[in-house]
């Protein structure tokens, strides 16, 4: 079902589930293939239903404004230790950039987590709602997948978990204030760059496929970039898309014992990006396939040797070193393509802002919980399940996002088959789901593979349910 902010659920018949697109199956095909085909066949029953919303509208050419906010959650020394996390050694961030075109708001939240809970997010909702008379389905949350937060748990679970929720939501009363407040009139604009901090994780070991660097992986190296500027040229945000978990520090544990809660990879490179524009730019990081993507050099990490045996050594403190210059090079790279940026209104088109969302009936198997790796695996079926798609157009760019963790295959086909200029692709939506793998996985049996509650095929047959949607957008 596709669902625009203005409910225009009887106007898209035929992008519905169920409907010819859906109907078509490219279980097996490569990803490139099954968007090229989505896009030639169902591009131009999708193109109507993306016409009438922008006449609906009224609001193309009305101008684009843009305002943004962060703030820090909150630990006091009474919620620690939670989650096993026993100390803070560099804040998490509620950041929410405020989107408006004619009438219509949208709100973008990025939080600095792993995943975040369905209590967390509807509270942020209604938060961001009441401060930004922003409708609740124009709000889209997502983390940056850092893997060193305390989990989000439903408040029931306990006092901590009830306080944690408290804090992740006043951090979002303070960032989405600040983002009213600094709401302008805007112009924004796009660049790429390329930046070598990620690997593909997958390694051939004695016992199967596993996690390691896997130099000779797929792995996408473009890093996304896109500036908001006021009309006078002062930036309001960056934002970065870039294809990595945020897991430098992932299950390091201190000499001292401590395991720290940290932003990570992620907040590593958007503190450079923030202190290098001043303390009035806020930055973005959006995760893009990062599935099989780590970075390429982790305090705790998987070894192989030369006959292919596995073990795990951790760095303890050193890891701090491996995660400030991994940080620093990829904001250093964000800075120059950001600086290389000319913006112009409304981001070059005359139709600045759009939001759609869809979903795709996939089939499912039974998610597996893998903790060494495996050279068989039986993968069984487990009905259907939908997969939700969010796609913001901000006039010549496009932000495609999905739950689950896609993997860089997945993802290259998306972008190599947009009609965008610029199209970001990022996983970890409304909370952040397990691995969707591309489909050669499941026959090499990888961790994604077995960590999946995705059947084979899912990842093609979403990637082209999203080739069609942007097709249609484009016109």
């Known amino acids: 079902m596709i669902l ?13 589930p169920g409907g010819p697109l859906n109907r078509r199956s490219f279980l097996n095909g490569s990803v490139a293939a099954a968007v090229t085909a989505a896009s030639l066949a169902g591009g131009a029953a999708a193109a109507q239903a993306a016409t009438a919303r922008t006449a609906k509208s009224g609001s193309a050419g009305a101008g684009l404004k843009v305002g943004a906010g962060r703030a820090a959650i909150e630990f006091p020394a009474s919620l620690l230790p939670l989650d096993n996390f026993t100390t803070v050694h560099d804040d998490l961030y509620v950041r929410v950039l405020l989107l408006e075109s004619g009438s219509r708001r949208v709100a973008f939240a990025v939080l600095d987590l792993t995943s975040i809970s369905a209590e967390a997010i509807a509270a942020m909702r209604a938060v961001i709602s009441k401060a930004a008379g922003v409708a ?3 709000i889209i949350v997502t983390v940056t997948h850092t893997f060193s937060a305390p989990h989000v ?40 760059g ?7 994780r997958d390694v051939l070991t004695a016992d199967g496929w596993w996690l390691g660097t896997g130099e000779a992986g797929s792995s996408d190296k473009s890093v996304g970039v896109t500036r908001f500027d006021d009309l006078d040229g002062n930036p309001i945000a960056v934002l970065v898309n870039y294809s990595v978990q945020s897991s430098v520090m992932m299950e390091s544990v201190m000499a001292n ?24 730019v806020v930055g973005f990081f959006l995760v893009g396939s990062c599935g099989d993507q780590s970075p390429a050099f982790r305090s705790k990490r998987y070894v192989i040797d030369k006959d292919k045996n596995w073990s795990q050594v951790d760095a303890h403190d050193a890891g701090w070193l491996l995660l400030t210059v991994q940080g620093e090079r990829l904001g250093t790279e964000v800075v120059r393509v950001s600086q290389t940026i000319r913006t112009s209104a409304g981001g070059g088109s005359v139709s600045p802002l759009r939001l759609l969302t869809d979903s795709v009936t996939v089939d499912a198997v039974v998610g597996g919980h893998p903790s060494e790796p495996a050279k068989s695996y039986t993968f069984t079926p487990d009905g259907t399940a939908e997969a939700p798609i969010w796609v913001l157009q901000v006039g010549d760019g496009v932000f495609v996002g ?5 993997s860089t295959d997945t993802a290259r086909g998306i972008k190599a088959h947009s009609p965008f200029p610029h199209t970001a692709v990022m996983s970890m939506f409304e909370g952040g789901a397990k691995n969707m793998a591309e489909a050669g996985s499941y026959a090499r049996i990888t961790y994604e593979a077995m960590d999946s509650a995705f059947a084979q095929g899912a990842a093609e047959k979403v990637a082209a349910r999203i080739g069609a949607l942007l097709h249609s957008l484009r016109g």
């Open 136 to 138: 609740t389905a124009d």
């Open 194 to 200: 390329k930046c070598d901090v990620n690997v593909n």
């Open 257 to 280: 014992g401590d395991l720290p809660i940290t932003a990570d990879l992620a907040g590593a490179t958007i503190q450079h990006v923030e202190n290098s524009y001043g303390d009035d």
């Open 4 to 16: 625009g902010h203005e409910n225009e659920e009887n106007e898209n018949e035929d992008a519905r």
């Open 402 to 406: 999905v739950e689950p963790e896609l």
């Open 153 to 192: 748990m439903p408040s029931t679970n306990g006092a901590a978990a009830a306080q944690y929720v408290q804090q992740i939501t006043q951090a979002t009363t303070t960032a989405i204030t600040a983002a009213v407040t600094g709401l302008r009139s805007a112009r924004a604009g796009y660049g790429t």
